[in-house]
């Protein structure tokens, strides 16, 4: 149960970019959310997403650094889901190519990894795992704030 929770059902056990898969999951999952959750509570649906996927990135880090035996074990993506899951809050997104701009946005910062993110890696066990992400995630959403609500008419 526990590794398909830090693989995020299984999206970070692929061979080649685990982190792209579990992000591009968690895309494919907000988008569905959006599509039953009346806007009102879609806001609260993704802080929702995103406290469950940090505190269970927290708590199963430890756990995950053991069981693959690396640092940051690269099928270990809640800490993606979580950066998904910041990238996509308060953005005014309607249609389902939206979350390819979300996803690329995120997908950017996070291998780019612009300060604060790369010095946040050092924190101890899943800190470390999952404040880089979510430092990447409020760089994408800065952007997508700006290429959402100035670029793209809904």
Known sequence: MKKWLVTFFGAGLMP?????AG?????VALFGLSRVCPGDYWTSAVVAG???SCALAIGLAPWAIAYFGRKDPQPFVLDEVAGICLTALFLPIGRWWHWGIVFAAFRVFDILKPPPARQL???PAGWGILCDDLAAAVYANLVCQVVFRYFISL
Do not use: Y
């Open 23 to 27: 992000s591009a999951l968690a895309c």
């Open 16 to 20: 080649k970019a685990p982190g792209t």
């Open 50 to 52: 995103l406290l469950a």
């Open 121 to 123: 890696e050092k924190l």
